[in-house]
């Protein structure tokens, strides 16, 4: 089924039992509270009790819990007889109310008896002026095990599974052969006798117990998505609605199914809402709509001019002392892991001695500028005259310590260790984040790191990663705590293959909701994201755009996360671009991306890019 997440990895069907060998089967081994069929163990419930207010998702817990089949077979009552049942049972009530509150004076079942006459009442009513419908609704289940042993204690845990839903379920013993026979698809209505346990539910409660829940996917308000390709509607994305346990995205899309351009207008409409945007871009395809929406272009190139600082610091929120403070020890014992672990890429070693150094240095820069704990200490008085020639009125941010200010004290103290820093100062192959940061990020809607420059040189590209990375943390994610913010990762299965750089897509995904920051994750590739990091990162995501992929990489896809073969059978097989299935929260449609022309002429791109 395309519109719903398979329920679980099935270990029934890798054997070769395909669904036309239920309908057909050699032979039942039939027993009080089993049956096997074709060497597969299964046991059939009916449904005893349902909770007294069912929601979309009451099944939930079934489909998820694996190898159990459901069945619904649901029968209209006409009205008349609706009508006719309610009267009976609002009588009973009325009566057992005269005869013990009235006459007899007793007051204790009075709220119950109230009630169920104001009920019966009510959905007398609501029948009778055609505003509802009554229906006959039997609830079958089936659980699946390839052992007797096995299905006995899965059963137990089903049935206590089910019970934390408020539904209790019991075994059609010595029925267990006519419970298969009405499971089946097969269209074969169980009778109506108590033993199947019909239950008297109206429209909403009929629904609820159906397997499709909803028509169409989306939010009522968010950024424009495109088109429900099945109903036509428009559909919305929220990512940070209420209802979405984590405003994280997950894309996935190979070569050409239109990934970038999908990207594109998705981050740009937030943009638009007036949240702020942070683009990681390995290939360079986001500069034009970032220049183009008033953002920052930093282009990571030894050649180009240094934008922001490493060493830069900014206030974090202490939940429990309920108060800002700046952790320097912190910035200095990452600063001196980062220039570790990029000398160690590189196959140096700096030692004990050598990171005792540049944790020394560092903290002594921050201290000669009087830097401490106290946020007020990163700042000083204005009134004074500043290197454009203009006058600050109120306070100002100090000068930050920069890379070359940090070697210049370990010269003093150990030259080997300078000496391997010099490629990280300005004019080194490494030097173009030694400089004082030209803008603030607060300044601007979106700043996009483009590390197309990188893409040859294997060093360059892991220092500009992690150093991007701790700047991110620090300024982009943590600095802006009340505002909401989107950081876009695009061809992540690069940064999937440096330990670090998981790490930090891990904590993002971990920790954004905390700082309203919104993790959204673009990959080409999913191999890279199939170990268990990858799939931590991915299961923190509350919404996943899928579009077209190669059938192989749809398989593992689809088989890694549990979506159904509807789902990997349509993603292999789509041929235009921007078209996917888009999943909100297990609720999933077949969407078209579109693109306005005003946003084609803002990418520089053509409409049939996306034909």
């Known amino acids: 089924m395309l519109f719903r997440r398979k329920k679980k990895s099935s270990r029934l069907s890798d054997g070769g039992n395909?669904?036309?060998?239920?309908?057909?089967?050699?032979?039942?081994?039939?027993?009080?509270?089993?049956?096997?069929?074709?060497?597969?163990?299964?046991?059939?419930?009916?449904?005893?009790?349902?909770?007294?207010?069912?929601?979309?998702?009451?099944?939930?817990?079934?489909?998820?819990?694996?190898?159990?089949?459901?069945?619904?077979?649901?029968?209209?009552v006409s009205n008349r007889d609706a009508v006719n049942k309610l009267t009976r049972k609002y009588t009973e009530a009325a009566s057992q109310y005269e005869l013990e509150v009235v006459r007899g004076g007793h007051i204790t079942n009075r709220p119950e008896l109230e009630r169920k006459m104001a009920e019966a009442e009510n959905v007398r009513q609501a029948i009778q002026f055609g505003?509802?419908?009554?229906?006959?609704?039997?609830?079958?289940?089936?659980?699946?095990?390839?052992?007797?042993?096995?299905?006995?204690?899965?059963c137990q845990a089903f049935e206590n599974l089910m019970a934390g839903a408020g539904i209790r379920v019991q075994a059609l013993e010595y029925w267990q052969d006519r419970g298969i026979h009405h499971l089946l698809p097969l269209g074969i209505l169980p009778p109506h006798a108590a033993r199947w346990q019909y239950q008297n539910l109206l429209s909403g409660g009929a629904a609820c117990l159906a397997p499709l829940t909803s028509c169409d996917t989306g939010h009522a308000s968010g950024v424009f998505v495109g088109f429900n390709l099945e109903t036509g509607s428009p559909v919305f994305l929220d990512l940070f609605a209420k209802e979405m346990f984590a405003p994280h995205m997950f894309v996935f899309g190979q070569t050409g199914a239109g990934k970038s351009v999908t990207l594109s207008v998705l981050v740009g409409r937030?943009?638009?809402?007036?949240?702020?945007?942070?683009?990681?871009?390995?290939?360079?395809?986001?500069?034009?709509?970032?220049?183009?929406?008033?953002?920052?272009?930093?282009?990571?190139?030894?050649?180009?001019?240094?934008?922001?600082?490493?060493?830069?610091?900014?206030?974090?929120?202490?939940?429990?002392k309920k108060e800002f403070y700046v952790d320097v020890p912190g910035k200095v014992r990452e600063v001196a892991a980062l220039f570790s672990g990029v000398l160690e890429h590189r196959g140096e070693k700096l030692g004990v001695d050598g990171e005792t150094h540049i944790e020394e240095a560092l903290r002594e820069e921050y201290a000669a500028r009087g830097i401490t704990r106290d946020p007020e200490s990163l700042y000083e008085p204005g009134g004074k005259k500043l290197a454009n020639g203009t006058f600050a009125v109120g306070r100002i941010k100090k000068?930050?310590?920069?890379?070359?200010?940090?070697?210049?004290?370990?010269?003093?103290?150990?030259?080997?260790?300078?000496?391997?820093?010099?490629?990280?100062?300005?004019?080194?192959?490494?030097?173009?984040?030694?400089?004082?940061?030209?803008?603030?990020?607060?300044?601007?809607?979106?700043?996009?790191?483009?590390?197309?420059?990188?893409?040859?040189?294997?060093?360059?590209?892991?220092?500009?990663?992690?150093?991007?990375?701790?700047?991110?943390?620090?300024?982009?994610?943590?600095?802006?705590?009340?505002?909401?913010?989107?950081?876009?990762?695009?061809?992540?299965?690069?940064?999937?293959?440096?330990?670090?750089?998981?790490?930090?897509?891990?904590?993002?995904?971990?920790?954004?909701r905390k700082y309203r920051t919104s993790l959204v994750i673009a990959t080409q590739s999913f191999r890279d994201f199939a170990s268990e990091d990858g799939q931590n990162i991915i299961a923190q995501c509350s919404a996943a755009f899928l579009m077209r992929s190669k059938p192989e990489e749809a398989k593992l896809l689809c088989g890694t996360l549990g979506y159904s073969d509807g789902v990997r059978d349509y993603i292999s097989s789509i041929r235009k671009r921007g078209f996917g299935v888009l999943d909100i929260m297990d609720e999933m449609a077949k969407v078209r991306v579109y693109v306005t022309p005003w946003e084609w002429s803002m990418l520089e791109k053509k409409p049939d890019e996306m034909a």
């Open 399 to 512: 000068r930050m310590p920069t890379i070359s200010d940090v070697v210049r004290r370990i010269e003093a103290r150990d030259g080997r260790v300078a000496f391997l820093l010099k490629p990280f100062t300005r004019g080194g192959t490494l030097g173009f984040l030694d400089g004082e940061t030209k803008v603030s990020v607060r300044d601007v809607p979106a700043v996009c790191f483009n590390l197309k420059p990188t893409e040859k040189d294997d060093l360059m590209r892991f220092y500009a990663t992690q150093a991007i990375f701790l700047w991110l943390w620090e300024h982009f994610v943590k600095a802006q705590k009340d505002v909401e913010k989107v950081l876009l990762v695009d061809e992540a299965w690069v940064f999937m293959r440096h330990p670090n750089a998981v790490q930090f897509l891990l904590a993002a995904a971990k920790r954004g």
């Open 270 to 320: 937030n943009i638009a809402c007036g949240r702020r945007v942070a683009f990681l871009d390995v290939e360079g395809e986001f500069r034009v709509m970032t220049e183009k929406m008033g953002g920052l272009h930093v282009r990571l190139d030894p050649a180009a001019e240094p934008v922001f600082n490493i060493l830069d610091l900014e206030p974090e929120w202490d939940d429990r």
């Open 18 to 76: 395909p669904l036309q060998l239920l309908y057909a089967p050699d032979g039942l081994a039939v027993s009080v509270r089993d049956l096997r069929v074709n060497g597969v163990y299964r046991r059939v419930y009916s449904t005893a009790v349902l909770p007294a207010a069912l929601v979309p998702w009451v099944l939930d817990r079934a489909y998820a819990f694996g190898d159990v089949e459901v069945s619904l077979h649901v029968v209209p």
């Open 131 to 154: 505003y509802d419908r009554m229906y006959y609704c039997c609830l079958l289940f089936a659980v699946s095990s390839p052992s007797p042993d096995e299905l006995e204690a899965r």
